[in-house]
T-cell receptor, first 114, second 114 residues
Framework: AQSVTQLGSHVSVSEGALVLLRCNYS??????LFWYVQYPNQGLQLLLK??????LVKGINGFEAEFKKSETSFHLTKPSAHMSDAAEYFC????????????FGAGTRLFVKA | DAGVTQSPTHLIKTRGQQVTLRCSPK?????VSWYQQALGQGPQFIFQ???????QRGNFPDRFSGHQFPNYSSELNVNALLLGDSALYLC?????????????FGPGTRLTVL
């Protein structure tokens, strides 16, 4: 079985500050891990994905995430927040990158203050 | 490339009615997955279609059914609607290509059950 826990339903940062969104996973098989972003009234957009090739994964819009097997974590970071980063972020786990069902966390709403 | 498209955008139904939602996958994709996203929650996997057959199913009752057509487009049907079925329904398409596959999400259909 697979599951995802996102710590913190809401995170608020100032513009230019570090963004850190936390995600822990559980998986009985080697996981594929994802971060998605959802803007209001829109679908999900893939930010980045871990497929076992490298533990530090770089994504779009300056985001990156590090896979830590010992901590079963896949936290999302961005060095400097921008107002346009304000959105809902979802961590997700699957058995592959597209052909198997994806299990999502409950989401973290990111607020960026001017 | 239009990406994943869904129709209608919004839908209002009353309890007990039936609804059909439609999804056209991204060009080149042959697999369609459906997700339900209740307000304030992460998406939950409903089922996945490949080669016109349901291949995987999440924890949803038989009131939720689907279909995939030869052109890979898909429908989600929900019978005997309940108030709790109010949600954003997301369609995602992908391929079975394990090298390049990735799920792409549509903008969703917002279903309101009164």
């Amino acid at each position: 079985a697979q599951s995802v826990t996102q710590l913190g339903s809401h995170v608020s940062v100032s513009e230019g500050a570090l963004v850190l969104l936390r995600c822990n996973y559980s998986s009985s098989v080697p996981p594929y891990l994802f971060w998605y972003v959802q803007y209001p009234n829109q679908g999900l957009q893939l930010l980045l994905k871990y497929t076992s090739a490298a533990t530090l994964v770089k994504g779009i819009n300056g985001f990156e995430a590090e896979f830590k097997k010992s901590e079963t974590s896949f936290h999302l970071t961005k060095p400097s927040a921008h107002m346009s980063d304000a959105a809902e972020y979802f961590c997700a786990v699957s058995r592959n990158t597209g052909g198997f069902k994806t299990i999502f966390g409950a989401g973290t709403r990111l607020f960026v203050k001017a | 490339d239009a990406g994943v498209t869904q129709s209608p955008t919004h839908l209002i139904k009353t309890r007990g009615q039936q609804v059909t939602l439609r999804c056209s996958p991204k060009s080149g994709h042959d697999t369609v997955s459906w997700y339900q996203q209740a307000l304030g929650q992460g998406p939950q996997f409903i089922f996945q279609y490949y080669e016109e057959e349901e291949r995987q199913r999440g924890n949803f009752p038989d009131r939720f059914s689907g279909h995939q057509f030869p052109n890979y487009s898909s429908e989600l049907n929900v019978n005997a609607l309940l108030l709790g079925d109010s949600a954003l329904y997301l369609c995602a398409s992908s391929t079975r290509d394990r090298v390049r596959n990735e799920q792409f999400f549509g903008p969703g259909t917002r279903l309101t059950v009164l």
